[in-house]
């Protein structure tokens, strides 16, 4: 395993353990999920809610991402990889060849970095993402 990916899945074990959601019971997750998670500072970005938790734009950061079910976002790329883990639902990643990857809670995610993909929210709750770029995060759509 790379450097990087040992470093950017050590940091997730961290924030998720901080956060109380590592090694979990289901009850204990939904009631983490209903309450903590709630009273957080969600800020409006484009169609999704965020909370940042470390970096900016320009370099490495972290932040979670909050979309309701039948989210379906559009589709887009980044121009660095980035990792994930699904805290709360069913996330979906639709790929430019119609492929649909369920991620259910508990699951990690490499996203690679110019693959063209829709982030999306099959519920039954609100999907709630860590989601951790080791470089700038951006994102681009199609020229259409």
């Known amino acids: 395993m790379m450097k990087s990916t040992k470093k950017t899945l050590a940091k997730m074990a961290a924030v998720l353990a901080l956060a109380g959601l590592v090694g979990t019971t289901s009850s204990a997750q939904e009631d983490a999920m209903g309450t903590d998670l709630e ?85 039954p709750e609100d999907c709630i993402l860590f989601i951790h770029f080791e470089g700038p995060r951006d994102v681009s759509f199609p020229d259409n």
């Not at 940042?52 to 660095?80: C, I, Q, V």
């Not at 990643?93 to 990690?108: A, L, R, W």
């Open 39 to 123: 009273k957080l500072n969600w800020v409006e970005r484009g169609p999704v809610l965020v909370v940042p938790l470390w970096g900016d734009d320009s370099g490495e950061s972290a932040f979670l991402l909050r979309n309701k079910p039948g989210y379906a976002g559009a589709m887009h790329t980044h121009s660095e990889d980035y990792h994930g883990v699904t805290l709360q639902g069913t996330w979906l990643k639709k790929m430019v060849d119609d492929s649909v990857k369920e991620i259910p809670t508990g699951t990690h995610v490499l996203q690679a970095k110019s693959e063209w993909h829709h982030d999306g929210c099959a519920g």
